[in-house]
């Protein structure tokens, strides 16, 4: 049992001479998007409402202006399924000099409407961890040699600051004594008389301290 093949879709031709006309309503030109158009003479096309393929438009030069029969695929690719758009009318209400003004006039608002050119800011190095910086080789023969001079050095440093370390042991162990604050003897008269005068007591005749005065010993 054979197989049939599927037929495939045919290239659209430029003109043609059906005088069918597709019972669906005209394709007006001006609603169509600007860039789907094409109005330079002799090569009028548009893009199929339907299919969304290039369709060039026949009969320039009659009556009626109309798409021609054209397959909704990619000629010799997709499967040969005929548009229902083929012969639909087509109403031309736009100039080849009001298509290119528009069309120019879009082109500037396109323009108008793109970003400019984004500078982005560079992005700074994260620091690395302690542990992920590499560390710079060790010279073996160097720091054996080192190693072997630290006692000496060790000594040397020490011997240094002895001196410096008695001194301040000396002055850690000795005890500063404070001598009395020495009192005048107008202060200590007037601290007397104060004591004197709160207790009542007779002013002395020979300059002593203010001390109560008793009775006389008998001889």
Same mark, same amino acid.
Request: aromatic letters at 4%.
């Given at each position: 049992?054979?197989?049939?093949?599927? &037929?495939?879709?045919?290239?659209?031709?430029?003109?043609?001479?059906?005088?069918?006309?597709?019972?669906?309503?005209?394709?007006?030109?001006?609603?169509?998007?600007?860039?789907?158009?094409?109005?330079?003479?002799?090569?009028?096309?548009?893009?199929?409402?339907?299919?969304?393929?290039?369709?060039?438009?026949?009969?320039?030069?009659?009556?009626?202006?109309?798409?021609?029969?054209?397959?909704?695929?990619?000629?010799?690719?997709?499967?040969?399924?005929?548009?229902?758009?083929?012969?639909?009318?087509?109403?031309?209400?736009?100039?080849?000099?009001?298509?290119?003004?528009?069309?120019?006039?879009?082109?500037?608002?396109?323009?108008?409407?793109?970003?400019?050119?984004?500078?982005?800011?560079?992005?700074?190095?994260?620091?690395?961890?302690?542990?992920?910086?590499?560390?710079?080789?060790?010279?073996?023969?160097?720091?054996?040699?080192?190693?072997?001079?630290?006692?000496?050095?060790?000594?040397?440093?020490?011997?240094?600051?002895?001196?410096?370390?008695?001194?301040?042991?000396?002055?850690?162990?000795?005890?500063?004594?404070?001598?009395?604050?020495?009192?005048?003897?107008?202060?200590?008269?007037?601290?007397?008389?104060?004591?004197?005068?709160?207790?009542?007591?007779?002013?002395?005749?020979?300059?002593?301290?203010?001390? &109560?005065?008793?009775? &006389?010993?008998?001889?």
């Amino acid at each position: 049992m054979s197989s049939a093949v599927m &037929p495939r879709a045919t290239e659209r031709p430029r003109r043609t001479r059906t005088k069918r006309v597709s019972s669906l309503p005209a394709i007006v030109v001006s609603a169509l998007p600007l860039n789907n158009i094409d109005l330079f003479p002799g090569t009028e096309s548009l893009v199929c409402p339907d299919c969304e393929t290039w369709c060039p438009v026949t009969g320039q030069q009659g009556p009626v202006q109309k798409l021609v029969p054209h397959h909704t695929g990619k000629a010799g690719v997709a499967a040969a399924v005929r548009c229902r758009s083929s012969n639909r009318r087509v109403t031309f209400d736009l100039t080849v000099g009001e298509w290119n003004k528009a069309l120019a006039e879009a082109h500037k608002e396109t323009l108008s409407r793109r970003p400019s050119t984004v500078l982005r800011k560079p992005k700074t190095a994260v620091t690395p961890a302690v542990t992920q910086m590499p560390t710079p080789p060790v010279d073996d023969k160097a720091e054996r040699k080192a190693q072997r001079q630290f006692p000496a050095r060790r000594a040397t440093e020490w011997a240094a600051a002895r001196t410096a370390v008695a001194n301040a042991d000396d002055q850690r162990h000795q005890v500063v004594v404070k001598a009395p604050a020495e009192t005048s003897d107008r202060n200590l008269v007037n601290r007397q008389e104060r004591i004197r005068r709160k207790a009542a007591w007779p002013t002395p005749m020979h300059g002593g301290p203010g001390l &109560p005065l008793g009775k &006389p010993r008998s001889a």
